[in-house]
């Protein structure tokens, strides 16, 4: 039998979180499907992505540096691809955002478009003349929930986020001949994405996952990867389904948006560990932090 030649991943902001599990996940893989191409904007962090990849690095997986805010990056980084041929492109480069709209300057919001979205559009650009010159290829964008459905305080991630889901819509329908898109929307997933956002906004929690959801989500996207004919979204987190569903049941979006009243602000108990934080964004008196797996 042929031996199948091992796809080339490139995944954006390797550095830690879904970017650094997913590199080591896919460069780890037993039959060796995937030369993994981990990138991230500041190589000085590296530390934790060599440790974590173990005997593939230098192997299945190499590391680049990618800034997927700037164009001389993206094209730098193609430049050191052998034959620029990328099989699969893995958008997960992204930065959070929390806190009343009237705190948050414009020059703040654009900078979180920059990256969750035109980092996104950047890195398409990019792979997609050689993936259809090759009519194939695989581009996962990692979105979120909150591309499908905004949460409070969250208004401009989840902006940049509904903009990443309505680029992938319209591009799909384009590269259907060889479903090239699809999207990943997890949320909530126990990484550094929370720490950073206390960090930045000095918040101290944000809700976290229980490990069985972190395998189940990671499984998620290596299942998307691998499949065949993938579907064009995966919510990781099953419990948004039905939510989601709402939002076009009622094309008024009264019956969305008055269920995610109640359940924010009536269901307190049923939901009190997201409500405790999603309350605390505004009286900033988190009590816990959750601490990242
Ligand atoms: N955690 C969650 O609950 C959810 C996360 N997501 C999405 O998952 C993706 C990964 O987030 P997660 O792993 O959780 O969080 P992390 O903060 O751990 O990872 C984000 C990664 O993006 C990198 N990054 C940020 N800006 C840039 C840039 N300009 N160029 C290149 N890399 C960049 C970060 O690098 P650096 O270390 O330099 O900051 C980091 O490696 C994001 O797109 C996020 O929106 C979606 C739903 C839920
Ligand atoms: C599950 C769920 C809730 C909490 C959701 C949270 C906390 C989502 C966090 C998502 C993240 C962090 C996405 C990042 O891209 C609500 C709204 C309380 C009520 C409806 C069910």
């Given at each position: 039998m042929a031996t199948l030649v091992p796809r080339t991943v490139l995944i954006t902001g390797c550095s830690s979180g879904i970017g650094l599990a997913v590199a080591v996940r896919l460069a780890q893989d037993p039959q060796q499907r995937f030369h993994v191409i981990a990138t991230m904007r500041d190589l000085r962090k590296k530390e934790k992505l060599e440790e974590a990849a173990g005997p593939a690095l230098g192997k299945t997986l190499s590391i680049q540096r990618l800034d997927v805010c700037s164009d001389s990056s993206v094209a730098e980084c193609m430049e050191n691809i052998p034959g620029g041929r990328v099989d699969v492109l893995v958008n997960n480069a992204g930065v959070g955002h929390v806190g009343p709209v009237e705190s948050i300057s414009v020059e703040e919001m654009k900078r979180i478009f920059e990256t969750n979205f035109f980092g996104v559009v950047r890195m398409i650009k990019a792979v997609l003349p050689d993936m259809k010159r090759r009519q194939s290829g695989h581009i996962v964008v990692i979105s979120s929930v909150m591309g499908l459905q905004g949460i409070v305080f969250n208004d401009v991630y989840a902006a940049s986020k509904f903009a990443v889901e309505g680029f992938c819509e319209s591009l799909a329908v384009q590269l259907l001949q060889f479903n090239v898109v699809s999207m990943v929307e997890p949320g909530p997933v126990n990484t550094d994405f929370e720490l950073k956002l206390m960090e930045e906004v000095s918040r101290s929690e944000f809700p976290g996952t229980d490990p069985a959801t972190v395998r189940y989500f990671k499984d998620a996207i290596v299942n998307v990867i691998r499949a065949r004919r993938p579907a064009f979204r995966t919510q990781?987190?099953?419990?948004?389904t039905p939510l989601v569903a709402l939002k076009y049941a009622d094309p008024s979006g009264d019956l969305s948006v008055r269920t995610y009243y109640r359940l924010l602000f009536n269901y307190g108990t049923l939901f009190h560990l997201s409500m405790a934080a999603l309350r605390c964004l505004?009286?900033?008196?988190?009590?816990?932090r959750v601490t990242p797996l």
């Open positions: 990781t987190n099953s419990l948004y505004t009286c900033g008196c988190f009590r816990r």
